[in-house]
């Protein structure tokens, strides 16, 4: 079945150009060209256009009538496995191809930062990859463990480079020998009649549900994990010595706790700052390996 999004294929109007169109060609965000015609497929999708302007605001306030429940309910409440199951069971039934495969990448990519960053570390730290080949694998509690690495890794790097008495600095040779194109494929994602619901649709859905099955610890965990995307970008561009892609990332201060209330929206977010950074790598992976000097922007490849 041809999933080729719309604007691609039809003719360009000059009276009325596609939004979707113009964003595809734009090369302001390092995207490779099947992801960025996936994310935009699905941000283009009904589903987002008409479904999500409904879900969002009853998905928040079902957040704030879980909060209030869970006042009366132990603090170690909590059903990981079952909620894993669960979100499976939505992903595979109910979520567009484009979101299950962007949804499964993330996990590769975001492993591969981490595995960068702990490599090329002056205080190298090993990390926990993450890895589901499909989405079955998530019912090993992977969005959990997830946040959970995030967290460990932040404080298990900086424990190192406090111990050896170090800060994190350029690398002098970056060892990208980690960062490669993950296995999940897009045309092996569940194409079923009702696979309709775009990425941040089910999101939105998804977090009251990840609030009421989980402890507050680890929901709010979740939730503020997102803000370490400066961290993680930081981290990587002290080691690349190229703070100006730091633009890219915009998920707030990680001081600043954020209401949880905006969790389902910054966690696209999220997904999209990683892409972009592992794209970035790839790209300079690319030029280490082809001798060719960092610094020519003209000359990168497009993806």
Known sequence: MDRTPDFLTQAHDERDPSPWLALYLDQSTPLPDDV????LADSSSASRQYLLPFLRPIARLTIILIQIVKVFVPRNWSHSMLLHRLLAWGLKRFVSPEANWLILRHFHLGSQVLAFIGRNSPAPVA???LEPADIDALKDEMFLKHDLN?????IRLNKALRDKGVALCKAEQADFSMIREPGPRLEDMPRGKLNFLDLQSAIELF?????L????NDFWRAANSLQ????????AATILAAPEHLILVNNKHPLVPLSTLRAGHRLVIHGLSTEMLHSLLQRMQAAQETGAPETSPCEQPLA
């Open 213 to 216: 099955m989980l402890t507050d």
């Open 228 to 235: 370490l995307d400066e961290t993680i970008g930081i981290y």
């Open 207 to 211: 977090t009251p549900l990840y609030q």
């Open 150 to 154: 995030l967290f460990n890794f932040v």
């Open 36 to 39: 960025k015609a996936a994310w």
């Open 127 to 129: 990390t926990s990859p």
